[in-house]
């Protein structure tokens, strides 16, 4: 297994309790295929450099966690289909 860290952002515009599901949901995806989160950091409403969306603000929640090298491109999948998902990039971490 390697560390990774993914940031991503959620539109600004969504409920608290939408917010904290979909941050549940990517937190679940990791455990669920086999890996471990060891840090989430929920940042919070920022401002943005430039407009994503018709959005001048994002929610940005940066993840690190434990696991095998096929499950980002899965990850990044299930983001890129979510509307909710602004942008994302996922690292490797150490080496």
Request: aromatic share 10%; no cysteine.
């Amino acid at each position: 297994m390697r560390q990774y860290e993914t940031m991503y952002l959620l539109k600004p515009d969504l409920e608290p309790e939408k917010t904290a599901e979909l941050v549940a949901k990517y937190q679940a995806a990791v455990t669920e295929h086999g890996g471990e989160i060891t840090q989430l950091q929920e940042i919070g409403k920022r401002r943005l450099a430039y407009e994503i969306n018709h959005h001048r603000e994002g929610y940005y929640v940066l993840m690190q966690y434990n696991a095998n090298t096929d499950f980002t491109r899965e990850l990044e999948r299930m983001m890129r289909i979510d509307d909710n998902v602004l942008r994302y990039l996922t690292v490797r971490v150490g080496e």
